[in-house]
């Protein structure tokens, strides 16, 4: 029910664009998330935003460099990811739940994932 792509190789300091299509959802109803899971390492969060849109959240690690948006028409979420460094390299997985929280555990639909390599 959640489909990521926009996933790449880019050299440090680029930019990518994830897209995450929903579908079978009420889309608007839910919390959308990203996550990502370097190698070797646990499934972090990464950032989120409300059912409307009107409120967003990101880790530290990712402030100020990416911008998570939605379009409730095209049952969509995005994450535009600037000045990428190589340790933003890992799998992006969308999510959707009922309540924003950072917590992996809580959402209930996920993504099956996205590639995203930056090269140094």
């Known amino acids: 029910q959640l489909q990521a792509s926009g996933g790449g190789l880019v050299q440090a300091g680029g930019s990518l664009r994830l897209s995450c299509a929903a579908s079978?959802?009420?889309?608007?109803?839910?919390?959308m998330a990203w996550f990502r899971r370097a190698p070797g390492k646990e499934r972090e969060f990464v950032s989120s935003?409300?059912?409307?849109?009107?409120?967003?959240y990101y880790a530290d690690s990712v402030k100020g460099r990416f911008t998570i948006s939605r379009d409730n028409a095209k049952n969509t979420v995005y994450l535009q990811m600037n000045s990428l460094k190589p340790e933003d390299t890992a799998v992006y997985y969308c999510a959707a739940g009922a309540i924003i929280t950072t917590a992996p555990t809580v959402y209930t639909y996920w993504g099956q994932g996205t590639q995203v390599t930056v090269s140094s």
């Open positions: 079978g959802l009420t889309f608007s109803s839910y919390r």
């Open positions: 935003v409300t059912g409307n849109g009107g409120r967003t």
